[in-house]
């Protein structure tokens, strides 16, 4: 699709920055390090996993702590299982989606902890998923403690009352081999952060307009670089009318 447009792309390339000038400095293994300039830029570096810095979890930093995406790449692309005996922690759909893949390859998974009373997968095959495959969840419960010193040997969890203090009495350990991590994504906006593009301070979103424009002239962007998570419906779309906006601003400066 991309050749029948003409567009060239650079595979297995990282942009290092981003200039206001719209020249953007990226690295490959075939190229070295190499600059580009465009006429407008579409932003479009996705999101990333929170990792386990985010939450107060005490014990050592052993091997056994990853995130969801991780272990669904170990899984389903390197068909390499990263351990035995999991705990995940979150509740989202990428969180059961995780929890299925390691079911349906043999692994045993021990629980979902979410420390809300709820769970937070939107999608409803999600929640089917927690039923077809016996996937345990403690709602209102947290990781509070990770044991093992070379190699996560159990976490130690606690409920939570709706205020989210710790309940006395209610500590239980479950061993686990694998604690994955599944509590948020955030936005890759470091780049755009960079150069002055403008960030919401209260929800850490992008400030882009109707037609996906940022704060800078020229600049647009689209997908979970703007709010870190979104469904590829609404990203599709917008990364239409980035791409349409974009074109316009190009021909519009001229
Ligand atoms: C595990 C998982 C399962 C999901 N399942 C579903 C699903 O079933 N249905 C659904 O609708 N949605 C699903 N989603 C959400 C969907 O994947 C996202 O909405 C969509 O991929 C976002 O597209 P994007 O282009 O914004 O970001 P991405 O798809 O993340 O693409 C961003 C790209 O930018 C690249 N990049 C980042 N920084 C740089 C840089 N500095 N230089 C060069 N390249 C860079 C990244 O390598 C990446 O390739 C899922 C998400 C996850 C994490």
């Known amino acids: 699709m991309m050749s029948q447009y003409s567009v060239e792309v650079k595979r297995d390339t990282t942009v290092l920055s981003m200039n206001k000038d719209k020249t953007l400095v990226a690295v490959n ?8 300039k465009g006429k407008s830029v579409i932003f479009a570096a996705g999101c990333r996993e929170k990792p386990m810095g985010y ?32 705990l995940i922690l979150g509740s989202g759909d990428t969180a059961i989606l995780t929890a ?3 079911v349906l390859e043999g692994a045993k998974v021990k629980g979902i902890i979410e420390s809300s009373s709820k769970i937070h997968a939107v999608r409803e095959e999600s929640k089917e ?56 994504l955030y936005p890759e906006n470091l780049l755009g952060a960079k150069i002055g593009m403008e960030i919401n301070e209260e929800t850490g979103e ?8 940022t704060s800078l002239e020229g600049f647009f962007a689209c997908g979970t670089v703007i709010n870190g998570y979104d469904v590829i419906e609404n990203v599709l779309n ?11 601003y190009v021909r519009n400066n001229n």
């Open 100 to 102: 299925r893949s390691l």
């Open 29 to 36: 293994s075939y190229d070295g390090v190499f600059q580009v």
């Open 129 to 184: 998923y927690l039923k077809d495959f016996n996937i345990p969840v403690l709602l209102n419960h947290r990781v509070v403690d990770v044991y093992g010193e070379e190699r996560v040997e159990g976490a130690k969890v606690v409920q939570v009352d709706n205020h989210r203090n710790f309940m006395e009495g209610t500590e239980q350990y479950i061993t686990c081999d694998t604690l994955v991590l599944s509590i948020n």
């Open 55 to 86: 939450k107060n979890i005490l014990g050592h930093r052993s091997a056994g702590i990853t995130t969801a995406v991780s272990v669904l790449k170990y899984v389903n692309r390197k068909g390499v299982m990263p351990g035995r005996e999991y």
């Open 206 to 213: 992008l400030v882009v307009s109707e037609g996906m424009e």
């Open 238 to 248: 917008q990364g239409k009318v980035a791409g349409t906006s974009a074109a316009a």
